[in-house]
T-cell receptor, first 112, second 113 residues
Framework: SQQGEEDPQALSIQEGENATMNCSYK?????LQWYRQNSGRGLVHLIL?????REKHSGRLRVTLDTSKKSSSLLITASRAADTASYFC????????????FGQGTRLTINP | DTAVSQTPKYLVTQMGNDKSIKCEQN?????MYWYKQDSKKFLKIMFS???????INETVPNRFSPKSPDKAHLNLHINSLELGDSAVYFC????????????FGPGTRLTVL
């Protein structure tokens, strides 16, 4: 299975600090994506990184990808209370139909 | 102008009943998905349709039957509901020409009593 694993499962930090979440996966990928889910809501796409990319930025988000270690990290800088949510990594495999295979998520809490 | 909408938002029903969840997207996408999120927040794909054709069926019991009347709609019918079907069901859509980003609906929380 290509299911991802996220680490940590839960993270609680103070507002203004940086938050780092990690994702590991098992098989080769075409791309890896990060999504955010606020409580009781659907998922919102944050950023996509392709297998031939190593780093990507979007606002306060920074994503890295290490295909040799089959891992990715999401860094949120200068966290805000509104960043409180669950964050999921999702992988798209190299072959076949485009389906997202999700990790189990990291629950991030930003304390004011 | 909601992009991906689902109805109903909440569904509470008895074991053994049959129920349907509807999904509509107004993004002009050609691919739609159903995902199931369990109580531990684990999200798993169930089905995918591209231009009304089933392209992914992930070992889902045949009590679950998706139907896509057109490429903007993907409905999910569930027969003989079981306790284990309780979960949040998410619909998503994607432009297959753009590898990656999927747009999710708000979810339908199904509770089977």
């Amino acid at each position: 299975s290509q299911q991802g694993e996220e680490d940590p499962q839960a993270l609680s930090i103070q507002e203004g600090e940086n938050a780092t979440m990690n994702c590991s996966y098992k098989t080769s990928i075409n791309n890896l994506q990060w999504y955010r889910q606020n409580s009781g809501r659907g998922l919102v796409h944050l950023i996509l990184i392709r297998s031939n990319e190593r780093e990507k930025h979007s606002g306060r988000l920074r994503v890295t990808l290490d295909t040799s270690k089959k891992s990715s990290s999401l860094l949120i800088t200068a966290s805000r209370a509104a960043d409180t949510a669950s964050y999921f990594c999702a992988m798209v495999g190299e072959q076949g139909a485009q389906k997202l295979v999700f990790g189990q998520g990291t629950r991030l809490t930003i304390n004011p | 102008d909601t992009a991906v909408s689902q109805t109903p938002k909440y569904l509470v029903t008895q074991m053994g009943n049959d129920k349907s969840i509807k999904c509509e997207q107004n993004l002009g996408h050609d691919t739609m998905y159903w995902y199931k999120q369990d109580s531990k927040k684990f999200l798993k794909i169930m089905f995918s349709y591209n231009n009304k054709e089933l392209i992914i069926n992930e070992t889902v019991p045949n009590r679950f039957s998706p139907k896509s009347p057109d490429k903007a709609h993907l409905n999910l019918h569930i027969n003989s509901l079981e306790l284990g079907d309780s979960a949040v069901y998410f619909c998503a859509s994607q432009d297959s020409g753009r590898a990656g980003e999927q747009f999710f609906g708000p979810g339908t929380r199904l509770t089977v009593l």
